[in-house]
């Protein structure tokens, strides 16, 4: 069946109604507990009101739904297939000659699109709302937080050295050796409380070490002073390169289009890029795990016994099934964070095992 003809934009129609449908009844559940547990973790700030409380739950919200996304395009192509059977609509189309495989055709094509559309412009927005939920948790633990970047434009890091000073430092390259982290092209800004200038201290590498940073060839320009020249100059600091890979920004708040650079970056700083890899490209097979969804869901919903009672099968075995595939992905998508699998087959493997049992499950159903 071609997607474009008048069944296959009907079947369109429903399983993107259906989707929306579905979508919105889940964010609506989870938007009420992130709520309920964002109005408790403010109950020890009052200075912070239930304005604060909404931008957290509504910054928090992209990354759980994500996390159940497989589930409502699994629950919307059931209601879909399940509406279909029941209005006898299904058996009209087979008696018509149309398998199951021609019939499914412009179901998963749709959900294709979704997936690929949830990728490239949801993703970026998602990803910006969770680094704007991190930044507010900072300011919600902290009244002075220290500030950490990491991008491919090198290392930025903020910090308080007073009660009325802050330093700026930027490095323009960076490689961890050992328990110390190197550090080229250094610039560091000291402001007062006014955010005004004291003076910037520029050095052409420099080591990070356990409470400062070994700078070399260093030199210090200071507002109406002439320029000073140092071979090597230490400058105190509460940061080490642990405290450092633990600000790494979050693979999450980082959008599909920017993490190729991002992975270079860390590549060649020296760090592992393990996570951001796995991120990445979970990403790009993230629309065909959902077409193996949509699969999984036909193998339920699809059956000539769901007019004769069988609504507790389809549920049971459709809870059943999408539980089982998350927890594979979960676990797989672990061993792959981990080291313990490569990165193509950690991420290609749920895809798969999902889609290749419900083929099969297919094929003796239209053989039935």
């Not at 304005?51 to 957290?56: G, P």
């Not at 890091?157 to 110390?180: F, T, Y």
């Not at 089982?324 to 193509?344: D, K």
Request: glycine fraction near 8%; proline fraction near 4%; include cysteine.
């Amino acid at each position: 069946m071609k997607p474009t003809s008048i069944l296959g934009r009907y079947l369109t129609k429903q399983i993107v109604f259906n989707f929306l449908a579905v979508l919105l009844i889940i964010l609506g559940i989870i938007f009420l507990f992130e709520m309920v547990e964002r109005l408790r973790r403010i109950s020890g700030h009052p200075e912070l009101g239930i304005w604060f409380a909404v931008q957290l739950a509504v910054a928090r919200l992209p990354k759980t739904a994500e996390q159940v996304f497989p589930f409502v395009m699994m629950i919307a192509a059931m209601i879909t297939f399940w509406r279909l059977s029941k209005t006898n609509e299904f058996v009209v189309m087979r008696s018509a000659g149309v398998s199951i495989w021609g019939f499914l055709t412009p179901v998963c094509l749709t959900t294709l699109v979704i997936g690929i559309i949830n990728v490239a412009l949801v993703n970026p927005v998602a990803a910006d709302l969770y680094n704007l939920f991190e930044t507010l948790e900072r300011r919600m633990d902290t009244k002075d937080p220290s500030a950490m970047l990491f991008s491919d434009e090198g290392l930025w890091m903020r910090e308080s050295i007073g009660d009325d000073k802050v330093m700026i430092l930027q490095a323009k390259a960076l490689r961890p050796d050992k328990n110390d982290l190197m550090l080229r092209g250094v610039s560091i800004t000291e402001l007062n409380a006014k955010s005004q200038p004291l003076r910037q201290i520029e050095a052409f590498a420099g080591v990070l070490k356990k409470g400062f940073f070994d700078l070399k060839d260093v030199k210090i320009f200071v507002s109406g002073k002439a320029v000073e020249h140092y071979g090597s100059m230490r400058y105190k600091t509460i940061l080490d390169i642990g405290k450092i890979e633990d600000n790494f920004v979050e693979p999450e708040a980082i959008s599909f289009w920017k993490l190729p650079k991002v992975i270079s970056f860390y590549e060649k700083s020296g760090f592992a890029v393990q996570r951001h890899q796995m991120r990445f490209w979970s990403l790009v097979v993230s629309p065909l795990f959902l077409v193996a969804m949509v699969l999984m869901a036909a193998v339920f919903a699809l059956r000539p016994n769901n007019r004769r009672g069988g609504v507790m099968f389809l549920i049971v075995g459709g809870i059943v099934t999408g539980f089982s595939a998350y927890f594979l992905t979960q676990v797989v998508y672990a061993m792959g964070n981990s080291g313990n699998l490569p990165v193509g087959l950690a991420v290609t493997a749920p895809t798969i095992i999902a889609g290749s049992i419900a083929v099969s499950l297919l094929l003796h159903l239209e053989d039935g």
